[in-house]
Protein backbone atom coordinates (compact mmCIF):
# COMPACT_ATOMS: atom_id res chain seq x y z
CA UNK A 1 0.00 0.00 0.00
CA UNK A 2 1.74 2.98 -1.26
CA UNK A 3 1.59 6.39 1.33
CA UNK A 4 -1.02 8.18 -0.65
CA UNK A 5 -3.32 5.16 -1.08
CA UNK A 6 -3.06 4.52 2.96
CA UNK A 7 -4.06 8.32 2.96
CA UNK A 8 -7.17 8.29 1.04
CA UNK A 9 -9.03 5.27 2.92
CA UNK A 10 -7.83 7.77 6.27
CA UNK A 11 -9.53 10.79 5.27
CA UNK A 12 -12.44 8.60 3.95
CA UNK A 13 -12.51 6.70 7.34
CA UNK A 14 -12.48 9.95 9.14
CA UNK A 15 -14.82 11.97 7.09
CA UNK A 16 -17.30 9.17 8.04
CA UNK A 17 -17.02 9.29 11.42
CA UNK A 18 -16.89 12.71 11.34
CA UNK A 19 -20.17 13.00 9.47
CA UNK A 20 -21.63 10.64 11.77
CA UNK A 21 -21.16 11.87 14.88
CA UNK A 22 -21.81 15.60 13.87
CA UNK A 23 -25.13 14.63 11.95
CA UNK A 24 -23.76 16.27 8.82
CA UNK A 25 -23.70 15.72 5.16
CA UNK A 26 -22.06 16.12 1.90
CA UNK A 27 -20.29 12.19 2.52
CA UNK A 28 -20.62 11.19 -1.41
CA UNK A 29 -18.73 14.73 -2.67
CA UNK A 30 -16.62 13.98 -0.13
CA UNK A 31 -15.75 10.44 -1.14
CA UNK A 32 -15.21 11.10 -4.58
CA UNK A 33 -12.48 13.65 -4.39
CA UNK A 34 -10.38 11.31 -1.12
CA UNK A 35 -7.73 10.25 -3.94
CA UNK A 36 -7.42 13.58 -5.19
CA UNK A 37 -6.68 15.22 -1.81
CA UNK A 38 -4.39 12.27 -1.23
CA UNK A 39 -2.27 12.23 -3.80
CA UNK A 40 -2.07 15.77 -3.57
CA UNK A 41 -1.35 16.47 0.27
CA UNK A 42 1.14 13.22 -0.34
CA UNK A 43 3.11 13.72 -3.56
CA UNK A 44 1.93 17.11 -4.98
CA UNK A 45 1.98 20.27 -2.39
CA UNK A 46 4.82 21.62 -1.29
CA UNK A 47 3.96 22.84 2.66
CA UNK A 48 5.12 22.71 6.18
CA UNK A 49 3.20 22.00 8.78
CA UNK A 50 4.98 23.83 11.74
CA UNK A 51 4.21 27.31 9.33
CA UNK A 52 1.13 26.84 7.68
CA UNK A 53 1.99 30.08 6.44
CA UNK A 54 5.10 29.73 4.66
CA UNK A 55 5.26 32.10 1.92
CA UNK A 56 6.86 29.49 -0.39
CA UNK A 57 4.37 27.29 0.01
CA UNK A 58 1.64 25.87 -2.66
CA UNK A 59 -1.88 27.21 -1.91
CA UNK A 60 -4.22 24.58 -2.52
CA UNK A 61 -8.44 25.93 -2.84
CA UNK A 62 -11.25 24.15 -2.45
CA UNK A 63 -14.12 25.91 -4.28
CA UNK A 64 -16.20 22.94 -2.96
CA UNK A 65 -16.84 23.65 -0.24
CA UNK A 66 -19.50 21.32 1.19
CA UNK A 67 -16.28 18.36 1.27
CA UNK A 68 -14.76 20.63 3.89
CA UNK A 69 -14.42 17.32 6.34
CA UNK A 70 -12.06 15.66 3.47
CA UNK A 71 -9.76 18.49 3.67
CA UNK A 72 -9.83 18.75 7.60
CA UNK A 73 -9.07 14.99 7.86
CA UNK A 74 -6.04 15.54 5.24
CA UNK A 75 -4.36 18.08 7.10
CA UNK A 76 -4.82 16.12 10.71
CA UNK A 77 -3.26 13.54 8.94
CA UNK A 78 -0.24 15.45 7.41
CA UNK A 79 0.03 17.37 11.24
CA UNK A 80 -1.20 20.63 11.12
CA UNK A 81 -3.30 19.85 14.31
CA UNK A 82 -4.43 16.49 16.22
CA UNK A 83 -6.18 13.70 14.42
CA UNK A 84 -8.26 13.90 17.77
CA UNK A 85 -9.61 17.34 16.91
CA UNK A 86 -11.53 16.14 13.99
CA UNK A 87 -14.38 14.39 16.72
CA UNK A 88 -15.38 18.30 17.10
CA UNK A 89 -16.78 18.83 13.48
CA UNK A 90 -19.79 19.71 13.07
CA UNK A 91 -20.64 20.27 16.58
CA UNK A 92 -21.76 23.62 18.33
CA UNK A 93 -18.77 26.20 18.62
CA UNK A 94 -16.74 23.88 16.41
CA UNK A 95 -14.27 25.73 14.27
CA UNK A 96 -14.39 22.60 12.29
CA UNK A 97 -17.25 23.90 10.36
CA UNK A 98 -19.36 21.76 7.63
CA UNK A 99 -17.89 24.02 4.63
CA UNK A 100 -14.19 24.25 4.85
CA UNK A 101 -13.35 27.86 6.99
CA UNK A 102 -10.18 28.66 7.10
CA UNK A 103 -10.72 30.40 10.45
CA UNK A 104 -8.33 28.91 13.19
CA UNK A 105 -7.47 26.02 11.11
CA UNK A 106 -4.01 25.96 10.11
CA UNK A 107 -3.65 25.23 6.37
CA UNK A 108 -7.04 26.32 5.14
CA UNK A 109 -6.04 28.84 3.15
CA UNK A 110 -9.78 30.25 2.79
CA UNK A 111 -13.43 29.16 3.63
CA UNK A 112 -15.93 28.54 0.58
CA UNK A 113 -19.08 26.91 1.13
CA UNK A 114 -21.03 29.50 -1.71
CA UNK A 115 -20.18 27.53 -4.87
CA UNK A 116 -18.44 29.82 -8.09
CA UNK A 117 -15.98 31.50 -5.75
CA UNK A 118 -13.11 29.38 -5.24
CA UNK A 119 -11.50 29.82 -8.70
CA UNK A 120 -11.80 33.60 -8.94
CA UNK A 121 -9.81 33.47 -5.29
CA UNK A 122 -7.09 31.07 -7.02
CA UNK A 123 -6.90 33.53 -10.09
CA UNK A 124 -6.01 36.26 -7.60
CA UNK A 125 -3.88 34.37 -5.84
CA UNK A 126 -1.90 33.23 -9.10
CA UNK A 127 -1.60 36.95 -10.33
CA UNK A 128 0.06 38.04 -7.18
CA UNK A 129 2.60 35.26 -6.63
CA UNK A 130 3.05 36.51 -10.70
CA UNK A 131 3.68 40.02 -9.45
CA UNK A 132 5.90 38.88 -6.82
CA UNK A 133 7.99 36.85 -9.02
CA UNK A 134 6.93 34.13 -6.86
CA UNK A 135 7.49 30.33 -7.64
CA UNK A 136 4.93 28.34 -5.69
CA UNK A 137 1.93 26.93 -7.31
CA UNK A 138 -2.43 27.56 -6.91
CA UNK A 139 -4.22 24.11 -7.03
CA UNK A 140 -7.95 25.08 -7.08
CA UNK A 141 -9.87 21.66 -6.76
CA UNK A 142 -14.14 22.26 -7.58
CA UNK A 143 -17.25 20.50 -8.68
CA UNK A 144 -19.04 20.09 -11.88
CA UNK A 145 -22.05 21.47 -10.65
CA UNK A 146 -20.63 24.36 -9.73
CA UNK A 147 -19.35 24.99 -12.92
CA UNK A 148 -22.64 26.03 -13.81
CA UNK A 149 -22.01 29.32 -12.37
CA UNK A 150 -21.02 32.62 -14.91
CA UNK A 151 -18.38 33.77 -12.17
CA UNK A 152 -16.15 30.79 -13.00
CA UNK A 153 -16.55 31.07 -16.83
CA UNK A 154 -14.89 34.75 -16.32
CA UNK A 155 -12.32 33.31 -14.32
CA UNK A 156 -11.36 30.83 -16.69
CA UNK A 157 -11.18 33.85 -19.28
CA UNK A 158 -8.78 35.91 -16.86
CA UNK A 159 -7.05 32.82 -16.16
CA UNK A 160 -6.01 32.65 -19.60
CA UNK A 161 -5.97 36.04 -20.12
CA UNK A 162 -3.33 36.53 -17.92
CA UNK A 163 -1.06 33.99 -18.97
CA UNK A 164 -1.45 32.16 -15.11
CA UNK A 165 0.23 28.91 -15.81
CA UNK A 166 0.91 28.67 -12.05
CA UNK A 167 -2.30 27.59 -11.62
CA UNK A 168 -4.05 24.34 -11.72
CA UNK A 169 -7.77 23.75 -11.81
CA UNK A 170 -8.85 20.25 -10.71
CA UNK A 171 -12.48 19.45 -11.21
CA UNK A 172 -14.31 16.96 -9.68
CA UNK A 173 -16.52 15.65 -12.81
CA UNK A 174 -18.37 12.93 -10.81
CA UNK A 175 -21.61 13.90 -12.76
CA UNK A 176 -23.34 14.42 -9.89
CA UNK A 177 -24.84 17.79 -8.66
CA UNK A 178 -27.26 18.13 -5.55
CA UNK A 179 -30.38 16.79 -6.68
CA UNK A 180 -30.05 16.27 -10.47
CA UNK A 181 -26.48 15.09 -12.87
CA UNK A 182 -25.12 18.07 -14.47
CA UNK A 183 -26.87 17.13 -17.91
CA UNK A 184 -30.27 17.44 -16.37
CA UNK A 185 -29.25 20.80 -15.37
CA UNK A 186 -27.32 22.52 -16.90
CA UNK A 187 -25.16 20.30 -19.71
CA UNK A 188 -21.41 21.11 -19.45
CA UNK A 189 -20.64 18.96 -22.22
CA UNK A 190 -18.52 19.50 -24.47
CA UNK A 191 -16.54 20.50 -21.31
CA UNK A 192 -12.56 19.74 -22.01
CA UNK A 193 -13.58 21.59 -25.24
CA UNK A 194 -14.80 24.43 -23.70
CA UNK A 195 -12.32 24.84 -21.15
CA UNK A 196 -9.23 24.86 -24.48
CA UNK A 197 -11.36 27.18 -26.24
CA UNK A 198 -11.02 29.62 -23.35
CA UNK A 199 -7.16 29.34 -23.74
CA UNK A 200 -6.20 26.56 -21.01
CA UNK A 201 -4.17 23.58 -21.30
CA UNK A 202 -6.64 20.54 -20.51
CA UNK A 203 -5.79 16.75 -19.43
CA UNK A 204 -8.59 14.65 -18.23
CA UNK A 205 -7.66 11.43 -15.69
CA UNK A 206 -9.51 8.56 -14.07
CA UNK A 207 -9.94 10.70 -10.70
CA UNK A 208 -9.70 7.68 -8.43
CA UNK A 209 -6.21 6.16 -10.44
CA UNK A 210 -3.64 7.30 -8.00
CA UNK A 211 -0.93 6.49 -10.01
CA UNK A 212 -2.15 8.66 -12.63
CA UNK A 213 -3.41 11.56 -11.04
CA UNK A 214 0.41 11.70 -9.55
CA UNK A 215 1.63 11.30 -13.75
CA UNK A 216 -0.66 14.07 -14.79
CA UNK A 217 -0.19 16.11 -11.92
CA UNK A 218 3.17 16.56 -12.36
CA UNK A 219 2.82 16.92 -16.35
CA UNK A 220 3.83 20.53 -16.75
CA UNK A 221 2.91 21.59 -20.65
CA UNK A 222 5.51 23.99 -21.94
CA UNK A 223 3.39 26.95 -23.00
CA UNK A 224 2.50 29.19 -20.58
CA UNK A 225 -1.07 28.84 -19.89
CA UNK A 226 -3.47 27.85 -16.92
CA UNK A 227 -3.80 24.18 -16.47
CA UNK A 228 -7.06 22.34 -15.93
CA UNK A 229 -7.37 18.67 -15.13
CA UNK A 230 -10.48 17.14 -15.23
CA UNK A 231 -10.99 14.34 -13.06
CA UNK A 232 -13.51 11.44 -13.71
CA UNK A 233 -15.27 10.55 -10.52
CA UNK A 234 -17.71 8.25 -8.51
CA UNK A 235 -19.67 10.19 -6.31
CA UNK A 236 -19.41 8.08 -3.21
CA UNK A 237 -16.23 6.21 -4.30
CA UNK A 238 -15.59 3.37 -1.43
CA UNK A 239 -18.86 2.46 -0.16
CA UNK A 240 -21.04 0.23 -2.85
CA UNK A 241 -23.90 1.54 -1.68
CA UNK A 242 -23.41 5.21 -1.76
CA UNK A 243 -21.59 4.89 -5.23
CA UNK A 244 -23.04 6.92 -7.97
CA UNK A 245 -26.20 7.09 -5.41
CA UNK A 246 -27.31 11.09 -4.83
CA UNK A 247 -28.79 10.21 -2.09
CA UNK A 248 -25.41 10.48 0.30
CA UNK A 249 -25.62 13.83 -1.10
CA UNK A 250 -27.53 15.07 1.88
CA UNK A 251 -28.09 11.97 3.72
CA UNK A 252 -25.84 11.62 7.03
CA UNK A 253 -24.20 7.98 7.61
CA UNK A 254 -26.00 6.43 10.94
CA UNK A 255 -26.87 3.51 12.67
CA UNK A 256 -26.54 -0.03 10.43
CA UNK A 257 -25.93 1.95 7.34
CA UNK A 258 -23.13 4.13 9.60
CA UNK A 259 -21.39 0.45 10.26
CA UNK A 260 -22.18 -0.79 6.99
CA UNK A 261 -19.96 1.85 5.32
CA UNK A 262 -17.23 1.75 8.03
CA UNK A 263 -17.27 -2.36 7.19
CA UNK A 264 -16.49 -1.72 3.89
CA UNK A 265 -13.79 1.52 4.34
CA UNK A 266 -11.70 -0.55 6.81
CA UNK A 267 -11.66 -4.05 4.40
CA UNK A 268 -9.96 -1.74 1.35
CA UNK A 269 -6.88 -3.52 0.57
Excluded at 70 to 96: C, I, N, R, T, W
Excluded at 113 to 119: A, D, F, Q, T, V
Excluded at 170 to 199: H, R
Amino acid sequence: MSNSKELAKKIRLHALEMTHLGGSSHIGSIFSIADILAVLYEDILFFNPKKPDLKKRDRFILSKGHSGAGVYAALAEKDFFPVSELKKHYSDGSKFSGHVSHKGVPGVEFSTGSLGHGLSVSCGLALSAKLDKQNHKIFCLMSDGECDEGSNWEAILFAAHHNLDNLIAIVDYNKLQSIYSPKQTLNLEPFKDKWEAFGWNVQEVDGHDQKKLKETFNTKPSNNRPNCIICHTVKGKGVSFMENNNLWHYRSPQGKEYLEAKKELEGES
